[in-house]
């Protein structure tokens, strides 16, 4: 899958996981191809393929996901962070966790990318910040 599959995966998974944020209930993974195709998103299908697996993920992994994302935010409760904020944390750490063929650059660099494009000016610095510390908490290093 190429990079720019994978880029506009973890966006739409973004949009999937803010959703669900609002709505626990849903099934947002099982969704995704319904709601591309409904609000006329160009999300092709491998990058739906990568949200869904991305999603499942971090819904499967949620308390662990949310427990680092916890212990790694000092001074922020969960449930005080932007929504936005908070969901990308959730895939950051899903990816660190989940899917350890993707270096620890690319999962850093591709979650601040998405807080640039979705949060406020202050978010790409806060996502880089505690999702270094989670990349520590989990043993991932600079070479992974």
Do not use: H
Request: with cysteine.
């Amino acid at each position: 899958m190429s990079s720019g599959n994978r880029r506009s995966g973890r966006a739409y998974a973004l949009q999937l996981l803010y959703a669900r944020d609002g709505d626990a209930s849903g099934n947002v993974a099982n969704d995704a191809a319904s709601w591309a195709s409904e609000f006329e998103l160009e999300v092709d299908p491998q990058a739906q393929q990568f949200a869904r697996d991305l999603v499942a993920a971090a819904v499967e992994r949620s308390a662990e996901i949310d427990q680092l994302i916890i212990s790694a935010s000092k001074n922020w409760r969960l449930d005080r962070m932007s929504r936005v904020d908070r969901n990308i944390l959730r895939l950051g750490t899903c990816e660190l966790t989940a899917f350890k063929d993707v270096p620890l650059k690319v999962v850093i660099n591709e979650a601040v990318e998405l807080a640039k494009r979705f949060g406020t000016a202050e978010s790409s610095a806060f996502v880089n910040g505690v999702l270094d510390r989670i990349a520590t908490a989990v043993g991932r290093g600079p070479e992974d």
